[in-house]
Nanobody
């Protein structure tokens, strides 16, 4: 069993930065890719970023490319999302998730590929 807990959300003005962290319990987390998704009010949950199990290889949604950076510390079982140059449209609940395929060679942007999810953390960006 894997438990994911997000932290680091909050309110910030446009142009500001926030760093989200996802802490996982369970040794197997480090052997799986991890991703961040977000869900704005009235919208579907969408992919934000993902990182390979070994930390080598990342992918991002076009809307955050160049502004967000995903990273992981396998020893600490954490995955972070550094968010810079935040915009009001980045306002959403952000979720951390674990890939369902161990040591996958390719990263997925599909929600259905991820089997464990955190409770989410709210990010609000004001203009």
């Amino acid at each position: 069993q894997v438990s994911l807990v997000e932290s680091g959300g909050g309110s910030v003005q446009a142009g500001g930065s926030l760093r989200l962290s996802c802490s996982a319990s369970g040794r197997t987390f480090r052997d799986y890719a991890a991703g961040w998704f977000r869900q704005a009010p009235g919208k579907e949950r969408e992919f934000v970023a993902a990182i390979r199990w070994n930390g080598v290889g990342t992918t991002y949604a076009d809307s955050v490319k160049g502004r967000f950076i995903i990273s992981r510390d396998r020893a600490k079982n954490t995955v972070d999302l550094q968010m810079n140059s935040l915009r009001p449209e980045d306002t959403a609940v952000y979720y951390c998730a674990r890939d369902s395929v161990p040591a996958a060679m390719t990263l997925s942007t599909l929600r259905s590929r991820y089997d464990y999810w955190g409770q989410g953390t709210q990010v609000t960006v004001s203009s």
